[in-house]
Nanobody
Framework: QVQLVESGGGLVQAGGSLKLSCLFS????????LGWFRQTPGNDREFVAA????????NYADSMKGRLTMSRDNAKNTIYLQMSSLKPEDTAIYYC??????????????????WGQGTQVTVSS
């Protein structure tokens, strides 16, 4: 079992930036990649970004590409999601999750085995 805890969400004005963090623990040897998803009420979880734990390769959702930077700190078992030029439509609960497969196979919610509780991001206009 892998435990994940997100932090860094909050209220930001449109055009602003926010950096989310996700600390994970537990059976970390099972983790090959980690990802971020977001969800708004009544909608499915939407892929945002993913990173390979070994090597640091990244994938980003086309809808947010250019506004995201995902990174990792191996020593701290932590991943980060830097978001910039935020828009009101970016408002959502953001979740981090762990994937036991290689990065290219980690883009759907069903690819991920463990999830955090989520952190709220609200972008005001």
């Amino acid at each position: 079992q892998v435990q994940l805890v997100e932090s860094g969400g909050g209220l930001v004005q449109a055009g602003g930036s926010l950096k989310l963090s996700c600390l994970f623990s537990g059976r970390t040897f099972s983790i090959v990649a980690l990802g971020w998803f977001r969800q708004t009420p009544g909608n499915d979880r939407e892929f945002v970004a993913a990173i390979a734990w070994s090597g640091g390769s990244t994938n980003y959702a086309d809808s947010m590409k250019g506004r995201l930077t995902m990174s990792r700190d191996n020593a701290k078992n932590t991943i980060y999601l830097q978001m910039s030029s935020l828009k009101p439509e970016d408002t959502a609960i953001y979740y981090c999750a762990a994937c036991p497969k290689i990065l290219r196979w980690c883009s759907r919610p069903t690819d991920f085995r463990s999830w955090g509780q989520g952190t709220q991001v609200t972008v005001s206009s």
